[in-house]
């Protein structure tokens, strides 16, 4: 029965994996991250680069933000271990690697990852199965979020210390959830201990996106649709500052796919970086 339970992660979050792992296998160096762990976890075909959402020129711009995303969290983590913070929760965490990729930093941490309880199992067998295992200091936290569980209850019963501050990290989650569940979730970690920082990706509503990377996004949304976890929600920076304000966070600050591309691809002439106006990323602060 509870290998039935143990439910492969859904089609967005091993796409999101792969192409972390497209990044290292198809793009010159120097790499923005590191992480094949992903493809590993999911051992696809061998022909899995020849499918149509992983063709190296369609998928540019959309990889190109999945790992500046990645490399800008890993860098904030990296950051807020270096301050004392000693908690790392991972919301959605799906085939999140960092524990893995950065046992120096993950193991000085207490790291939570929050998922439903079938993917998280079968996440946790594979890790078993491919020698990593859970060390003392991984907490697996499984929410069923339909059958309206409490995650921050979940969590004080995983280990969490609520006195103490956290980073919170939620990506490619937001557009999945209505607004008020986003409101929600900004007042839950709004209430962590003072110190504590959230960083959330957000989708900016389609009409501003550059015509580079409309056409995918409109795909992506209809393909969210058919699938029956449509995108919900679209957030202006102006809004979801004001949210952020609004649901109790004492800072806010929006950074821009523009402030990654500088940082992380500067220099680059295959043309990789990621697009303006697509996902782009809020940091607040208790």
Same mark, same amino acid.
């Given at each position: 029965m509870n290998d039935e339970r143990k439910i492969a992660p859904d089609s967005?979050?091993? /796409? !999101? *994996? =792969?192409?972390?792992?497209?990044?290292? &296998?198809? #793009?010159? @160096?120097?790499? !923005? %991250?590191?992480?094949? %762990?992903?493809? /590993?976890?999911? *051992?696809? #075909? @061998?022909?899995?680069?020849? /499918?149509?959402?992983?063709?190296? &020129?369609?998928?540019?711009?959309?990889?190109?933000?999945?790992?500046? /995303?990645?490399? +800008?969290?890993?860098?904030?983590?990296?950051? &807020?271990?270096?301050?004392? !913070?000693? &908690? +790392?929760? %991972? =919301?959605?965490?799906?085939?999140?690697?960092?524990?893995?990729?950065?046992p120096d930093i993950a193991s000085r941490l207490k790291v939570f990852e929050i998922d439903p309880p079938g993917p998280q199992a079968w996440k946790r067998q594979r890790l078993v199965e491919l020698g990593f295992g859970v060390p003392g200091w991984l907490h697996f936290v499984p929410v069923d979020f339909e059958a309206g569980e409490d995650w921050r209850a979940k969590l004080a019963t995983s280990g969490f210390d609520a006195g103490k501050p956290a980073i919170v990290v939620s990506t490619g989650v937001s557009m999945y959830l209505t607004k008020e569940a986003n409101a929600a979730t900004l007042r839950q970690v709004s209430a962590f201990a003072p110190g504590s920082t959230l960083a959330m990706t957000f989708l900016l509503p389609l009409e501003m996106a550059g015509p580079e990377v409309r056409p995918g996004l409109e795909m992506a949304a209809k393909g969210a649709q058919a699938s029956g976890t449509p995108f919900l929600s679209y957030f202006t920076p102006h809004e979801i500052l004001t949210l952020a304000r609004e649901t109790g966070f004492a800072q806010a600050r929006h950074v821009p796919a523009s402030d990654l591309a500088q940082r992380y691809f500067a220099n680059r002439e295959d043309g990789l970086r990621p697009p303006d106006n697509g996902e782009e990323l809020l940091v607040a602060s208790t």
């Open positions: 967005t979050a091993a /796409r !999101v *994996a =792969l192409w972390r792992a497209l990044h290292v &296998q198809a #793009d010159p @160096p120097p790499h !923005v %991250i590191e992480d094949e %762990i992903g493809l /590993r976890l999911l *051992a696809p #075909d @061998p022909d899995w680069r020849s /499918r149509g959402d992983m063709d190296l &020129q369609f998928t540019l711009p959309f990889r190109a933000s999945i790992v500046a /995303r990645a490399r +800008y969290i890993d860098d904030l983590v990296v950051e &807020q271990a270096g301050q004392g !913070v000693e &908690q +790392y929760v %991972i =919301l959605g965490a799906g085939l999140d690697s960092f524990a893995q990729r950065r």
